[in-house]
Structures are given as C-alpha cells and as structure tokens.
C-alpha cells in the first residue's frame, strides 16, 4: 500500500464566502487562510493568535479582525475545508486493476487520507487532536455520515453488499476507527507512522468484516 | 490521581494545631469544589465553564478557588483523575474465573462495566468522550489508557496463552481507544450511548483483537 500518494486539491477553491467579496478582499481572506495554515505547521493551534497572522500576512490587525473576529472563526473555515477536502478524495477514481477484494477499496481511501494529514499539520492538529471550535462539531458527526454514505456508495460500484444496519452507517463508524488509531500514532509520535497507518486501516477492515464476509461478488 | 481523602475530617479538630486546622479546612474547600464543578460539567457546559460560577456556587471566594485552581483546564484534569480512578476500579475488580471462557469474555466483562460507569456518569462522558476535550486531557486518557491496556494484557495472560504481540504499541490500548471512539460518536449525536452503540464499539474492538487473537486460544494450565 503505498502511504506516500500525493493529492491535489488547492484548498482555496473551496472557500465560498457569504456575500460576494470585491476581489481585493477576497484575496486578502485567501492571504489571511493560506498564512494562518503555514502558521500552524509550528504553532500549536491554541497559540495562534489574529496579531501573529496579521504580522504573518503584512495586512493590518483591523482588517484581520474584520474578516475573522477571532482566531475560532478561522479555524473554523480550515475545519470546514478538510470536510470539503475529504469529499473530494473521495471523487477521484480507484485504480480498479488494484481492487481484488472489497478491502482494497478501504485501503485506497485510507491511504489517500493517511497522505492529506501527513502533508498537513494543522489538519492532524484540527481533527485527529479532537480540536474543536463548538460550534462545527456537530456539522463535523453529519459530515462523517455524508462520507459514510459515499463510502459505501463506492463499494456498492464494486461488489453487491449484503443487508446492513439502517439505523447507523458501518462506513462512518469505520473511519472513525481508522482515524482514532491514527490520533493515537499523532499524539504519541506527531505524526501517522507506517505502523500505525497499517493499523489504522486494518482496525477499520476488522470493524467492516464483522459485517462483510471475506468473500464477496462483484457486480458485472 | 487527586489526592481525596475519604472522609474530609470536619469540624472536629478544634483542639489541633492552627496549620493543621488549616490544611484540614483546605480539603474541605477543595473537595467543596470539585463536588459543585461535578456538578456544573455537563457536555454544553464544558464550553462557558466558568470558575468565578463554580466559585459563586459553592459559596467560596473566587480567590481561594483560583487558589486551587488557577485555570479550568486544571479542575477538568483534577476532575478526569477521578474518572481514571474509575476505570482502574472497572479493571482491578476480581473476574469471576466460570465466566471466563472465551478470551473475548475478559474484554466484555470489563467493557460492560466502564459502559456502565459511563451511561451513568454525565460527568465522565462530558469529559472524555465529549467534543470539547482539551488537549491535556487526551493526552492523559491516552496516557491512562496505556496503562490500562498493559494491566489487561496482564490478566488475559492469566487466563490464555496469548501468541506473540506486537512491542511497539500495546493491541489492548488500542481495543479500549476504539471502542471510546465508538461511544463518543454516540454520545455527541444521542447524548449519551445507545444500546446499539454499546454493541458498535464493542464489536469494533474486539473484532480489532481478533486480529491478533486467534478464535480459539489455548487455556493456560494452572491453579
């Protein structure tokens, strides 16, 4: 499996603000977005502050202050980003040659998510360090069942799935197995190890197998 | 863990020393504290929690609370203690041995009981599985989960013959993280966890175990 893959997906195309901002605003919230995330590669999160940004990004703390109140609302967006992020992983296409049995779908997608938090601190930091903003952390649980549902709309592409469990989705209770495993490995080493990634993933197929059985047809 | 006496001695020390009279008194608030701020951590509270409230509520001046506690983050460690020392209880309590057929009864019996603890502790789950956990206090349950996981270890080796384990990280640390990750998801969308959710996490620990614990494991010989 390789843990190395490298995604593309530029984190600001994703940024949608409320009203349409006139260009030059736009790319002085882009400024502010992009410098508090290379900010956070050596900042703890809770030591960021909207005058270390400012200085960062040579734009007046006033204006800062305008568009991010507080260093929250920032987060916030990033949090919001990753989410977006996760989505589009799950757009790109598998390497169908590679899929010989249902868990190498979960294999590719961990493997994918396992290189985003790698290039990304301040995305380990945000999600696998539990940070939370309040307010995002309930869209954060509807979020994991929109993945779940994909997740499983993927497998379904592949292989015909037995009956599953209608009140809670096994894909999102899988992730977030993978993803504690993973914050284990985060808070102990700072980052995902080979180890832990393969374990992750593993806990994960485990949790799935319990529904799942080893062998499984493929759709024609 | 905190240091909690049993009993905080009371008004009876009149005839001891002015320091010990003191100190006697300090236990007394301290313990005044945190029953109040046990009181007051709730899964919405943990965000607004306030220490001047906490203070106000347990009728002692602010500045003796700061005194104890100069930060929240220091009273929700004090108070996530008390939770550790819950758990340890749920794993020291003696199993009975008729139970233990299967290697997985070990892990089910002694995930059964910190469920309990837990369906029936706001506090704890606003602690530990709640959404606003604070980074000191994830370090610590990791912490305190490792060495959880390598007193469970210990008793499966009572039981079982267990195969070769991997060194780097212990697999009954890592049972318990999944299972409370489980039990979080629940928590956070249901309040509390769910008869089904119990089970979810269960399975997804155990069926983590059963990677490297095979189906049908050899009994030790003894006793």
Redesign the interface.
Known sequence: MSMTESINTPADVHEQPRRKLQPRSLERRNTILSVSRQLLENTAINELSLYQVADSAGIPPSSVYHFFPKVDAILEVLQEEIFQDFEAILDRPFDDKKIHHWSDIMRQLQARYVAYYRERKYARDLILGQYSTGSLRHADYQHDNVLGCRIRACHENYYQLPPLPESYNIFAIAIQVADKVYSISHQEHGDITDVMALEGVNAALAYLGEYIPRQLIKVS | MAVLPAKPSTSKDAGVPKGRRLQARSLERRLKILNVAREMITTDAI?NLSLYDIAHKAEIPPSSLYHFFPKTEVLLQALAEEVFAAFDECVSRPLVDEEVNHWSDISRILETRMLEYYQQNEMARALILG???H?DI??SD?QHDDEMGKRIEQIYRRYFELPKL?E??NIFA?AL??A???YA?SH??FGNITP??AM?GW??AR??L??YLPECLQRRTQS
Do not use: C, F, G, W
Request: glycine share 0%.
């Open positions: 965000p959404q606003h956990l980074v994830l370090a990791h991997p780097s990280y890592i993280q999944i409370d990750k489980v998801m956070q969308e089904t959710m979810e399975r997804a069926s983590y059963a990677l």
